[in-house]
């Protein structure tokens, strides 16, 4: 392919304490592209996700974000420049109503910006971004707090809360995992909508079945190495992967 | 047969968002009623007290403003155990202004508001990265530490304290000042909360990855929350200076600390009014066990101890749920 790289990861390692939770990984994401990334329990995929995002800082190596290192910027800056993720454990603010929970990212200085100082309603835009995820606009669970949604919910708006920060690449960390299997069929049109859109994507998911019909190519960890790349069929045949992830599964 | 307590919402609900139309005096009393009465109690009240309780007055105002200053921080997730370095470096600064370059009062106030809301935003500022109890513990430690300072260096008076200060024009004065800056800060506070701004401010205390993670810088909003709150504790200290005509140690007691924050507990933290209430309630109280003298902490504290068993949501939510709905038993058959 001869798109241009949105992401690159260079030799990149993290070590907490005694336990090597990436060693040496290095991938690279091209831009439009939708990377899914699997692994078993343990095989540092979250950890990875928050080197990229900022939250966690390397042990040592680089990461690039359309030619710029980002390795050691402030997770809040790393938004600012276009990655947003969400979170495996959902995060939302408890107290308040789902819809206000929309707020917050929506008075980040990104959106602010995007907007050109000429935002408009907020509360509409939040309604509008939730009913895109699927809070249905006549049922009143867009109003609810968001303390009291089941966790299909929660994961929904986690997702509204990442696409709300328009960003360029967003990072999805096991959105699939909680939701039942209607709840995914719903939101894998917005994730395709998402690509139309020009996004590009990385999903950690354990789904693989949903994941193999949506994702480019597909990453495999293994105790923080990639044991694998390639289409999901590629990925599958391989022995490695076999013995490490899907024989481990049973 | 079993009964069950039925609550009812009031006919009217006023949405501060929406448009609500108000059709009669009694919709408008309804709503406004609970808004104008502290603020015409505060108003009205000093000119029927006695010099002793117009005084008191002025302490629960002071100490409503450290309760809201303590509140406000609360809300933005920073629990401080030290007001007194807000009140205390307010008072210091605008002593200082008095007392060595004979700076009149409405001008040392004024300054040493802003002066000593910065002062201390610079100090804590290396600390907000500090989470929870870490950042308590150091809250309750620079006063004390500011104390030590003050006492070993001589610096600013010493132990002696800088006396003679002007005083300001008379006690009504003192009052009105003090609490049209507590309804200011009050109805002002509680409006800023329910913005936009205020809600990124809460979303921080109820989960601070997830407002970094949503592109925005916390250190810089917690920053501003600090700031806003020193700045009232600020000028609590700089106005008590002049009511004082003395500043020394004594402003970073413990006291200054301690109180704001039962206040706030017994009111109910995380509405600012609460924490008003909960200072115009101990406040008195507190002048009124005075005359019982050993007992009085002891007394002081079982009610604290009491309250918080029997409310712990705080009186002022409680008093608002009732305010707004009505309650009756109905029997349930079974």
């Known amino acids: ?250 | 047969m079993k009964k069950r307590r039925e609550r009812i919402d009031r006919g009217i609900k006023a949405r501060s968002e929406d448009v609500y139309a108000l059709c009669s005096w009694r919709e408008m009393l309804y709503l406004a009623g609970p808004r104008l009465l502290p603020a015409a109690a505060f108003l009205l009240l000093p000119l029927f007290l006695g010099v002793y309780w117009q005084k008191v007055m002025i302490s629960v105002a002071v100490f409503a403003l450290l309760a809201i200053s303590w509140d406000m921080l609360a809300q933005t997730g920073m629990i401080s155990l030290g007001q007194a370095l807000f009140f205390g470096m307010g008072a210091y600064v605008s002593g200082i202004l008095n007392f060595y370059f004979g700076m009149p009062p409405w001008l040392t106030i004024p300054a040493a508001t802003v002066l000593g809301g910065t002062l201390c935003t610079l100090i804590l500022m290396p600390v907000l990265r500090l989470r929870g109890i870490y950042f308590s513990m150091v809250t309750l430690i620079i006063p004390l530490m500011l104390v030590r300072i003050i006492e070993a260096t001589k610096i600013f008076g010493g132990t002696e304290g800088l006396s003679g200060m002007t005083p300001l024009p008379s006690t009504l004065t003192e009052i009105y000042l003090v609490t049209g800056v507590l309804l200011g800060v009050l109805f002002g506070l509680r409006r800023l909360m329910e913005t936009d701004y205020g809600l990124v401010l809460k979303g921080i205390r109820d989960n601070d990855r997830s407002v970094t993670n949503a592109g925005i810088n916390i250190y810089w909003f917690k920053t501003q929350a600090l700031f806003i709150s020193s700045t009232i504790g600020a000028f609590a200290g700089a106005f008590m200076t002049h009511v004082y005509m003395f500043v020394g140690m004594p402003v970073f007691a413990l006291d200054y600390s301690i109180l704001p924050i039962a206040a706030a507990v017994v009111g109910g933290s995380g509405t600012l009014a609460g924490a008003a209430l909960g200072a115009v309630i101990l406040v008195p109280l507190s002048e009124a066990l005075r005359g019982i003298g050993g007992l009085r902490i002891v007394m002081y504290g079982l009610f604290l101890v009491v309250f918080i068993v029997a409310i712990p949501e705080g009186l002022f939510d409680y008093i608002q749920r009732k305010y707004h709905q009505k309650e009756r038993w109905v029997e349930i058959d079974k």
């Open chain 1, 1 to 250: 392919m001869s798109l241009p790289t949105a992401l690159r990861v260079e030799d990149i390692c993290k070590i907490f304490g005694r336990a090597v939770a990436v060693d040496h990984l290095s991938c690279e994401v091209r831009r439009g592209e939708l990377l899914g990334i699997i692994g078993p329990n343990g095989s540092g995929k979250t950890t990875l996700v928050n080197l990229i995002s900022g939250f966690l800082k390397p042990t040592s190596g680089r990461i690039l974000y359309n030619g710029q290192d980002i390795t050691r910027t402030a997770p809040h800056k790393i938004v600012g420049m276009g990655i947003s993720r969400t979170f495996q454990m959902v995060r939302p603010f408890y107290r308040l109503p789902a819809y206000k929970n929309m707020i917050i990212p929506l008075y980040s200085p990104r959106v602010r910006q995007l907007a050109g100082g000429r935002y408009g309603d907020r509360n509409a835009v939040a309604l509008d971004l939730l009913e895109e995820v699927g809070f249905e606009r006549d049922a009143n669970v867009a109003y609810k707090p968001a303390g009291t949604l089941p966790q299909g919910y929660l994961k929904r708006l986690e997702l509204a809360k990442a696409i709300a920060l328009s960003p360029d690449l967003l990072i999805l960390d096991e959105l699939f995992s909680g939701m039942s299997l209607a709840e995914v069929a719903s939101i894998v049109p917005v994730i395709e909508k998402l690509r139309l859109a020009g996004k590009t994507i990385i999903m950690i998911e354990h789904r693989l079945k949903e994941l193999f019909r949506i994702a480019d190519r597909i990453m495999v960890l293994n105790y923080g190495q990639k044991i694998a790349e390639g289409t999901a069929a590629e990925v599958m045949e391989s022995e490695a992967v076999k013995n490490a992830y899907l024989g481990s599964e049973e």
